[in-house]
């Protein structure tokens, strides 16, 4: 059987469709479809004849070659490329001839749009049966669609390996091969590493700050010491009255990261969320300047394209219902509602685990139940991140297309905002309830909260340890085995399509010649062998460090060494995301953008998030407030003068409440330890006749207050001044394209004739010329 078949006249390919990156020697094609071997007259075989009739009628140029798949090389006709250029009014071809289509200019770009043009005519050809590309790859008629890899030596060299991890990125070379999307995308990560560094320094310093007070803290010494602290116990069957100076460990850990250094800490953080947004402002602008990315206009670019595949085509209007935005605002609160509702079981897990683990035979999971319960909540909370990625994927595509929206631009923007409302849910209702909920509801010895009537909730043992220890584990899980399975699963796969797909060699007989290969056959195999992307495949990237970056502002009072685990991540993750593209996928379709999109605006809600959910973990999470009030209000040094004295002495013992043991709930009354011991205590500020508030409750409750509105004021007006005092765009932009506006207006000006003279007409519009020059 022939391999190579030309099912339209080969035409010369012009000089000027080159591309930096192949070989001089190679076939230009621009896109490749992939299909099965079809019986002759069979369905499938006659919609995909269908199709590629419609492109031919488009002036297309389809090569076929057959294999154990039949692959179909496009290459589009150079008309439409002019016409691309002209009706964008392109700089470089405004002095073209219209007639001389070998007239193109050749940029770096130029094979770019090329591939951007021909995906877009694939995807909206229309056969007679009024079927796409997409309805009939859903029909299996073609299994495949891309562009093809060119020779890119330099970006292997440069980027896609692990030898280059801490050099500079080649963005204008990767822009040169993927796009601006793609460059952009890589631009702003590789930025957004780059200012990680001092959040990373200033976590670290944070720590080591703590680490010094690690055993020379008053509040460690006096939990320390308190040999002779009877506290109430920690769950209602096989638990027994414990000793406060168990935990001398677990509160030195606390209060190394529960000191004065989280709450500059904190507010340095909300400072940094709002330079590194404004930096990465100007970044942007000098990238869109220097790539001349302010004139290009998406919607305008989209209706050319349009015009271009069907000159009778008419626009798709902008549309708005509010019955149908009224269902999807419905169905996404009830999804919002569903992921809030699994927080709640994992609450309930971790009440249930603590319950179990007490109650063990075994002494570690007994001795150390409330830590267990925390670590395997932590982990069960990461593997319904998992599960719960995958469903709402499908849950805001559904609300996507309820939507029905104009454009892919604005399908996009709809997917992000859903999706990442969404996965915010899933990633932060847990931390939302340790933070601000567990052990403000469980109520007291002799009157807890319980669930179903049986088991109470957790008992406060140190909230920002607790948040501590989740967030540890969910980002080191999150990073280490998402990159492992990232980078492991396209690599496992690549081996094993290489490996199903190779052609097996014919064997020749003897006195007869060896068909030479057609150099496309091996190339279109390779290229086909690489794992499939999709629209979503950068959407994917963004999606998991804005995550990230969450993780790293939102909660950083808790865990100070989130920006350390984000660089190292980042680091790894850049040249990890380059392999997978240079070696182990298909080439993405360039997509051009002048900026990261709706992820700016997502960024800057993270922001403001960031500033409120730190002030609250300092004012409610943390005991900087209850230590601070018993300072200045409550401490022997207001009572007395000693200058000598630390002012939170005797801080433990104001902290804890006193139960008497005969007010114990009947069924859940624990044996006594001693039968002089009538009481024990339990952290709150409570009266120990009637269990009500003490007024020092309410002190601290209006001093937490008070500094929430305080702190999210201080940072929310230092934000505006820092988004203030660092313009968007740098000067030397402006005053470029100050420039560039008035010369081109010099320019437009030598067409006009501003005078009036003998023999002279005056021309009002460029299109009195038009007759003179006909």
């Known amino acids: 059987m022939q391999d190579e078949i030309l099912l339209t006249p080969f035409r010369e390919f012009p000089a000027e469709d080159t591309d930096s990156f192949a070989s001089p020697n190679e076939e230009k094609w621009d896109f490749v479809l992939v299909s099965d071997i079809h019986e002759m007259g069979s369905e499938k075989e006659i919609k995909r004849k269908k199709f590629l009739d419609e492109l031919s009628k488009k002036g297309f140029t389809i090569k076929k070659i057959e294999d154990t798949k039949l692959f179909y090389g496009v290459h589009a006709p150079q008309h439409i490329f002019w016409k691309y250029q002209c009706l964008l009014k392109n700089p470089n071809s405004r002095q073209q001839n219209s007639s001389a289509y070998h007239d193109i200019p050749v940029t770096t770009s130029f094979s770019l749009f ?107 010494k006096e939990i320390c010491d ?118 709640h079981a994992l609450v309930i897990y971790r009440a249930v685990a603590m319950a179990l683990f007490t109650q063990s035979k075994v002494s570690l999971l007994s001795k150390h139940a409330d830590i267990i319960a925390v670590m395997t909540g932590a982990v069960l909370h990461y593997i319904t991140i998992v599960i719960m990625t995958k469903v709402n994927w499908h849950v805001a595509l559904f609300l996507c297309d309820l939507e029905k929206p104009r454009t892919f631009s604005q399908r996009e923007n709809n997917f992000t905002v859903k999706i990442f409302l969404f996965q915010f849910f899933t990633n932060f209702s847990s931390l939302i309830y340790i933070a601000f909920f567990l052990g403000r509801i469980n109520g007291h010895p002799g009157h807890y909260v319980r669930i179903a009537g049986h088991w109470r909730l957790e008992e406060v043992s140190g909230c920002i340890t607790d948040l501590f220890i989740q967030m540890a584990v969910i980002m080191v899980l999150k990073q280490t085995i998402s990159n492992i399975m990232e980078y492991l699963i396209p690599l496992i796969s690549h081996q094993l399509r290489k490996k199903k797909k190779h052609p097996k060699k014919r064997s020749v007989m003897l006195g007869e010649e060896e068909e030479a290969e057609d150099p496309c056959k091996r190339q279109w195999l390779n290229n086909y062998e690489l794992n499939e992307v999709n629209v979503f495949s950068l959407f994917n990237e963004y999606l998991e460090i804005v995550i990230q970056y969450s993780f790293t502002t939102i909660f950083v009072a808790a865990f100070p060494l989130a920006p350390l685990l984000a660089l190292i991540n980042n680091v790894i993750e850049i040249h990890m995301d380059a392999i997978k593209m240079m070696r182990l996928r298909r080439r993405m379709v360039p997509r051009k953008a002048k900026d990261i999109g709706i992820w700016l605006q997502v960024l800057e809600a993270i922001g403001i998030l960031a500033v409120i959910g730190n002030g609250l973990v300092i004012a409610i999470t943390s005991d900087f407030i209850p230590v601070q009030v018993y300072k200045y209000m409550y401490s022997p040094c207001m009572r007395e003068n000693h200058t000598s004295m630390d002012c939170s002495t005797g801080y433990i013992n104001n902290s804890l409440s006193v139960f008497h043991i005969q007010d114990f709930e009947p069924h859940t009354k624990p044996p006594v330890p001693h039968p002089t011991e009538l009481c024990c205590r339990y952290r709150d500020y409570r009266n120990a006749d009637d269990y009500t508030y003490t007024v020092q409750f309410w002190h601290i409750f209006a001093a937490r207050l008070a500094f929430l509105i305080l702190f999210e004021h201080v940072a929310l007006c230092v934000k505006l001044i820092a ?52």
């Open 226 to 343: 308190a040999n002779n602290t009877i506290m109430c116990p920690l769950c209602d069957q096989n638990c027994s009255f414990w000793v406060l100076a168990d935990t001398c460990t677990y509160a030195k850990v606390t209060h190394m990261i529960d000191n004065e250094a989280t709450v500059v800490f904190a507010m340095f953080m909300a400072i940094w969320a709002t330079v590194f947004l404004e930096l990465w402002k100007r970044e942007r602008a000098n990238v869109a300047t220097s790539w001349d990315l302010y004139g290009w206009d998406e919607e305008e670019e989209e209706l050319a394209l349009q015009l271009i595949n069907n000159p009778q085509h008419e626009p798709r209007l902008y549309q708005h219902s509010y019955f149908r935005s009224t269902i999807v605002l419905i169905l996404a609160l009830l999804m919002i509602m569903v992921l809030i509702g699994i927080a």
């Open 723 to 774: 988004a203030w005092y660092i313009p968007d765009v740098p000067q030397k932009v402006k005053n470029k394209i100050l420039t560039e506006k008035h010369s081109n207006l010099r320019n437009e000006l030598r067409w006009v004739m501003p005078w009036k003279g003998p023999g002279v007409v005056r021309f009002q519009d460029l299109s009195a010329l038009k007759p003179l020059f006909l």
């Open 114 to 220: 090329r591939i951007r043009i021909v995906h877009f005519i694939l995807q909206n050809t229309v056969t007679s049966d009024l079927e796409k590309l997409h309805d009939l790859m859903k029909k299996k008629v073609f299994e495949a669609a891309f562009p093809l890899h060119k020779i890119r030596e330099i970006l292997k060299k440069k980027w896609a390996r692990w030898r280059v991890l801490f050099k500079e990125q080649p963005i204008e070379e990767i822009r040169c091969y993927f796009g601006e999307k793609v460059a952009l995308y890589f631009a702003w990560l590789g930025w957004y590493t780059y200012l990680l560094i001092f959040a990373a320094l200033a976590g670290l310093a944070t720590v080591a700050a703590g680490a010094t007070v690690f055993s020379s803290s008053q509040v460690s």
